[in-house]
């Protein structure tokens, strides 16, 4: 901070040739004492005079009056000035007087005279610890997404609070999207911030291979029986501008393609032959039975085909689809009972 008001002080004598930095030499005794890491500013016909170097400081002019003594590390607002210090790993929110905001970061001092204004500090924040509150995360895998923080300012009379900056942390193997009118952009893994009006947050996505496990509403064989599936899938998001204007997630895309490829699938299936299926399969008989083989892998295939062919527009890819369990509802007895298993059996893993 203390540079930045040498820099300010130099720019107002070139441009307006009034001073911020006093005049005044320290004395060893008496007076106004500024410690080190201290300043102590006065009041010279309304506007700020600083002193920043450490010692005792005597007051003979009746056009200085006394303002105040503040540190270095705590932001000053006093009589036009504003002056704050960020931190390593600190930014600092900053609206001037035509309602502008800007961020000064990365260990940098600011100082600001606003002759015809005031420059106000909205916040300062850690950006490489935005909080536990501003954690995003999956709302189907309970995974961290990111973390997004809102900087908010009151409006001119107070009522309304409206963005004035946006920091977002981004993890490995995600990416956020956002938006400027009617285009939209990825940012990468880091810290980022948005002070752009147009520009708005639309959000996280997860690069990484993602896993899904969900139960299957009923569906009906060809001779009538109702069964159930508990499936899994695995996709990965390949382009999130494709999918971002359309959905919140990969998994929204397929669950209902994955219903509609195990509706259209049983549906031209007779139970008899599923059951057969999966008791040559589950008691290892009837290896050699081509027919059996090719209606277990013909099922799994047929859906993993439908479930990609529904995803790709969408900028999702399909890498896998299991069948973990079934339940087959009421209304079978007259089925064979050999072909009967029990329920909890997990055929296909």
């Known amino acids: 901070m203390a540079s930045a008001l040498v820099e300010l002080d130099r720019r107002l004598v070139s441009s307006t040739g009034t001073h911020l930095l006093s005049r005044k030499t320290p004395k060893p005794a008496f007076g106004r004492t500024v410690s080190p890491g201290q300043v102590a500013i006065w009041s010279r016909n309304g506007r700020p005079i600083v002193a920043i170097q450490p010692g005792n400081y005597w ?88 973390w997004k923080k809102d900087i908010l300012t009151k409006s001119s009379d107070g009522r309304t609070l409206s963005t004035a900056a946006t920091f977002l942390h981004i993890p490995p193997c995600r990416v956020a999207v956002m938006q400027n009118r009617h285009h939209m952009s990825i940012l990468q893994p880091g810290q980022h911030f948005i002070t752009e009006p147009s ?37 990965r998001i390949v382009d999130p501008l494709q999918l971002a204007p359309h959905y919140d997630d990969a998994f929204d895309v397929i669950r209902n393609p994955a219903q509609a490829a195990v509706n259209d699938f049983v549906s031209r299936s007779t139970m008899t032959r599923f059951l057969h299926a999966t008791y040559k399969r589950t008691s290892h008989q009837g290896e050699g039975d081509e027919g059996v083989v090719f209606w277990i892998d013909a099922f799994r295939q047929t859906c993993l085909d439908g479930l990609a062919r529904c995803a790709r527009p969408y900028g999702v890819q399909v890498e896998s689809f299991d069948v973990l369990n079934h339940e087959i509802r009421p209304g079978i007895r007259a089925l064979p009972a050999t072909l009967m298993l029990p329920l909890h059996e997990k055929p296909w893993s």
């Open 199 to 235: 520009t708005t947050f639309r959000r996280f996505y997860s690069t990484s291979d993602q896993q899904m496990t969900f139960e299957t509403l009923p569906s009906v064989t060809a001779d009538g029986v109702t069964i159930t599936f508990c499936i899994t899938v695995r996709v």
């Open 59 to 146: 007051n003979w002019s009746i056009r200085h009056k006394f303002h105040a003594i503040s540190d270095l590390a705590v932001p000053i607002d006093a009589l036009g000035l504003t002056a704050a210090q960020a931190g390593p790993s600190e930014a600092i929110v900053v609206q001037d007087p035509q309602n502008r905001v800007f961020v000064v970061r990365n260990g940098a001092g600011f100082a600001a005279y606003g002759m015809y204004g005031r420059f106000r500090i909205i916040a300062i924040v850690n950006m490489t610890s935005l909080g536990d509150e501003c954690v995003v995360k999956d709302r189907h895998a309970n995974r961290i997404l990111g």
